[in-house]
Nanobody, 125 residues
Framework: QVQLVESGGGLVQAGGSLRLSCAASGRTFSSIAMGWFRQAPGKEREFVAAIRWNGGNTGYADSVKGRFTISRDNAKNEVYLEMNALKPEDTAVYYC??????????????????WGQGTQVTVSS
């Protein structure tokens, strides 16, 4: 299996920036794509961004497009989420996820096999 550990969450002022990291371990050679999802209290878990290990194809939710950037370091088995121009509505627990099966879409949470414990991001106004 694959183990995922997120880090980098915290408290930031609106308009500020924050970078999240996700370290993957275990059978990481089987991973196809990595994704970031978030969940605010009382809300459904929503897709944020994702990236394929090969080729680096990316996808973003409309709500974060232009503000967030996902990237990966294949050698380190790490993925990152650079968050800029943060808004209070970005406040949520952010989860890193890994997918080990092929699927053309990046944003389908059900297609991701492994999930991290989550890291809290709080944006103050």
């Amino acid at each position: 299996q694959v183990q995922l550990v997120e880090s980098g969450g915290g408290l930031v002022q609106a308009g500020g920036s924050l970078r999240l990291s996700c370290a993957a371990s275990g059978r990481t050679f089987s991973s196809i794509a990595m994704g970031w999802f978030r969940q605010a209290p009382g809300k459904e878990r929503e897709f944020v961004a994702a990236i394929r290990w090969n080729g680096g194809n990316t996808g973003y939710a409309d709500s974060v497009k232009g503000r967030f950037t996902i990237s990966r370091d294949n050698a380190k088995n790490e993925v990152y989420l650079e968050m800029n121009a943060l808004k209070p509505e970005d406040t949520a627990v952010y989860y890193c996820a890994a997918r080990t099966t092929y699927w053309p879409e990046l944003q389908s949470a059900a297609r991701y096999n492994y999930w991290g414990q989550g890291t809290q991001v709080t944006v103050s106004s």
